[in-house]
């Protein structure tokens, strides 16, 4: 259980901060980017499911709670380390991307094929929905850019990656099952 009996600590007064396993790095190291950015994105969620449906909403509270597992994960380096920890060790499992992949695929089968792309709007949840795709991608890309340098989870990216799908496929939902979704016209200001 996690106790907070004070939020100021001073110990990142000099630009470090504390990752889960103790350790000092600077507060630009790649991995308090890459966890901090899956926390931006839940703070994204947070605002978007002010604008849900109740189904919808459920769904991003599952999410959030994930996403709280995965920044735990990015912010644990040594994976190789973990069965050592005297404390259980928060890991995105492949189970977590299966939920995902099936929500995905529950919400395709009630739209109909895309014929253009979509551009970010129609309904305020699905407008919220795409800033969170988006800021779920530069999630994604600050886990490989980690994945890249250092020890990650590979269950952590793929679960960001498959969370960009399942944002997008959600604001179509949230548009009258993607009859509401406003259409990229090429060219159409020339």
């Known amino acids: 259980m996690v106790v907070l ?3 100021y600590t001073r110990t990142g007064d000099k630009g470090e901060t504390a990752l889960v396993d103790g350790a000092r790095v600077p507060k630009y190291h790649a991995r308090v980017e890459a966890y901090g950015t899956v926390d931006e994105l839940n703070a994204v969620i947070g605002i978007t499911r002010l604008h ?7 769904a991003l509270s599952r999410i959030q709670n994930d996403l709280f597992d995965l920044g735990s994960d990015l912010g644990r380096p040594d994976m190789a380390k973990d069965a050592e920890s005297e404390y259980p060790v928060l890991r995105i499992v492949a189970a977590q ?16 094929p895309l014929r253009s ?7 305020a949840a699905a407008a919220h929905l795409h800033q969170c795709r988006t800021v779920g991608r530069r999630a994604e ?7 890249a340098q250092d020890d990650a989870n590979e269950h952590a ?5 498959r969370l960009s799908d399942w944002f997008f496929v959600a ?15 090429p060219g159409a200001n020339r």
Request: aromatic fraction near 4%; glycine fraction near 4%.
């Open 141 to 147: 890309r600050r886990a490989v850019e980690l994945a």
């Open 5 to 7: 009996n004070k939020i």
């Open 52 to 58: 849900c449906p109740p189904d919808m909403d459920a």
């Open 157 to 161: 990216v793929k679960y960001l990656n």
């Open 171 to 185: 604001s179509r939902i949230c548009n009258d099952d993607g009859r509401a979704d406003v259409l990229w016209v």
């Open 117 to 123: 792309f979509v551009l970010p709007g129609g309904s």
């Open 97 to 112: 991307v299966e939920r995902l992949e099936a929500e995905i695929d529950a919400m395709i089968a009630r739209l109909e």
